[in-house]
């Protein structure tokens, strides 16, 4: 049987150019020889739609391009995911379905029966399971369509089950010959090496051929890797899906030329997360609406980066990087901006702050008399420049990036209505020592970012002499700290019996405590980790909670 993997980018709510786009790779694969094709889970209406599914009128156009789209699809049957509506319970009930379409109609459905509800999933809020799962009949075999999760509870994997049943082996124990699983899969770091480990358990625990289609792009915060699979019955690998890049394949899963294939190969992680970050700036200025940003070019490792991933998914025609010198600006920091944005061919402008700034300290001079200076002067330089980026995104249309890494957002180290302003923060989940391994990546072959942003101690450059080690641990044993805290859910006591400092783990954990409503009003994050601030991570504000105190 031959096998068409549709491992396509849709937009949430833009039906038609979903349908379109879906009948176009339809069509591609049929003309390659598929006999039955796949697309993504929830293609239709795009995933994920959260609460656009409690608008009827998005119930109803997604019910539409789905008979609409069966109204181009032939003889080869087409299965896509879309929302059906549960005719048990008129006007409320709704599923996150599969339809096969064939001959200008629906012929069959099915439904997911394992709704997830953690981490960034919330499925359990809009839909309803199916109780039961049966194989779709087609050409004498016997086809196990399966959504998404219904593929990850194989009880051989993982230790801890989240679910009683295994739609599975029940679809293997009624005569499926063949898995078929519609896919919306969000990738973090090591995603795609967990995802085939699971599937090839899966392939070998039944001895039953598999494929997998999965979405591409990005929705938001959340990307989609694709790395779509089809995977022969002792879980060697038939075909591998592009990376975050829509792709079509076609696949014979017939036994004659199911001869014993190598494992596949992944890029290093660095190149996977720029992908990832690259895919998901493109992805939220494209389906926003826009074409272009901004962003402020200090001269530092993280604005060099964000310029160099906005360069990467929109074009350095589309990027504009502006520096924004006050008095503690360093000449260096201006020549390495100016050198990084010869070197991506972006726009570059300087725009000085300091007329500003000393206008606003004029200003605050009364009130503030009395007073020692402290970061209430230095954040006026922040904000000055966020007011400037802003004036500039309204007047010419781009969107502003904001620049701060995760280890920052942490812990606080950022200007609320300053370096926070802007429309998406595409590093806000990469620690910093993470910014530092994928520059180097980036400079791999010949120098984009500038050798001296690389090797000069970190700064804000808000007071003369400023460093970030000032305020905070060395970056290696903070990013350490917070992969246990944040990332793995380790104690303060556990984090402090593996041998970090106990007062330094205590003011790390403190300010992560105490910066939460900072982050609360950032910019969406691009997730690219198992836990990210934002999506999936749900701490209270207001809430006196302190790891480790006494009762």
Not at 466 to 488: C, G, H, K, R
Request: aromatic letters at 8%; one cysteine or more.
């Amino acid at each position: 049987m031959i096998i068409g993997l549709l491992q396509l980018n849709s937009t949430i709510g833009d039906f038609s150019a979903n349908r379109k786009k879906l009948l176009a790779g339809y069509d591609q694969a049929c003309a390659r020889g598929a006999e039955f094709v796949l697309a993504p889970e929830l293609f239709l209406c795009g995933y994920p739609p959260r609460d656009l599914l409690q608008r009827t009128d998005f119930i109803e156009a997604n019910l539409a391009a789905l008979a609409e789209t069966a109204r181009g699809v032939g003889a080869v049957p087409l299965c896509v995911g879309y929302v059906d509506r549960n005719p048990d319970k008129p006007g409320r009930g709704l599923r996150n379905s599969a339809a096969v379409l064939q001959n200008g109609t629906v012929v069959w459905r099915t439904h997911k029966s394992l709704l997830p509800t953690y981490d960034v999933f919330d499925e359990d809020r809009y839909f309803e399971p199916a109780q039961s799962a049966a194989p779709y009949p087609f050409k004498g075999r016997q086809l196990g369509i399966t959504v998404c999760e219904d593929i990850w509870n194989d009880e051989d994997f993982w230790p801890d089950r989240r679910y009683r049943r295994d739609p599975v082996r029940e679809l293997a124990a009624q005569g499926a010959e063949i898995i078929l699983n519609l896919s919306a899969s969000p990738w973090h770091e090591g995603k795609e090496r967990t995802r085939l480990e699971m599937l090839q358990r899966v392939a070998r625990d039944e001895k039953i051929p598999l494929a997998q289609v999965n979405l591409v792009g990005a929705n938001d915060e959340l990307i989609f890797d694709g790395h779509s699979l089809a995977l022969n019955g002792r879980g060697e690998v038939l075909a591998l899906g592009k990376g975050f890049a829509e792709d079509v394949l076609v696949v014979d899963f017939s036994p004659s030329i199911n001869a014993r294939r190598p494992a596949p190969s992944f890029p290093q992680r660095e190149q996977q997360i720029f992908s990832a970050l690259s895919l998901g700036i493109r992805d939220y200025v494209r389906k926003c609406g826009f074409q272009s940003v901004l962003l402020g070019l200090s001269g530092g490792i993280d604005s060099a980066l964000v310029a160099v991933l906005a360069a990467d998914a929109l074009g350095a025609e589309n990027v504009w990087g502006v520096a924004l010198p006050a008095r503690h600006s360093s000449r260096g920091s201006l020549t390495d901006a100016e050198a990084l944005a010869k070197n991506l061919g972006i726009r570059y402008q300087v725009l000085p702050i300091e007329p500003a700034f000393e206008a606003v300290e004029g200003q605050l001079e009364t009130v503030f008399a009395g007073t020692r200076p402290n970061e209430a002067e230095e954040n006026i330089q922040s904000r000055l420049r966020g007011v400037m980026l802003m004036a500039l995104s309204n007047k010419f249309g781009g969107l502003v990036l904001t620049t701060g890494n995760k280890s920052e957002m942490a812990v606080g180290y950022c200007t609320l209505y300053g370096d926070m302003s802007g429309a998406l923060a595409p590093i806000a989940d990469v620690l910093k020592t993470d910014v530092y391994a994928i520059a180097r990546w980036v400079n791999r072959d010949r120098e984009i970012i500038p050798a001296d942003t690389l090797t000069k101690p970190p700064s804000a450059e808000l007071r003369p002499g400023q460093t970030d080690q000032d305020s905070l641990p060395p970056y290696e044993v903070l990013d350490a700290i917070l992969q246990a805290y944040i990332v793995d859910h380790r104690s303060k006591e556990e984090i402090i019996r593996s041998g970090f400092d106990a007062a330094m783990v205590n003011d790390v954990i403190n300010k992560v405590t105490f910066s939460e409503y900072k982050r609360r009003q950032a910019a969406p994050g691009l997730k690219v980790s198992p836990r990210a601030f934002g999506t999936g991570r749900r701490i209270p504000i207001a809430q006196k909670f302190r790891p480790g105190a006494a009762f």
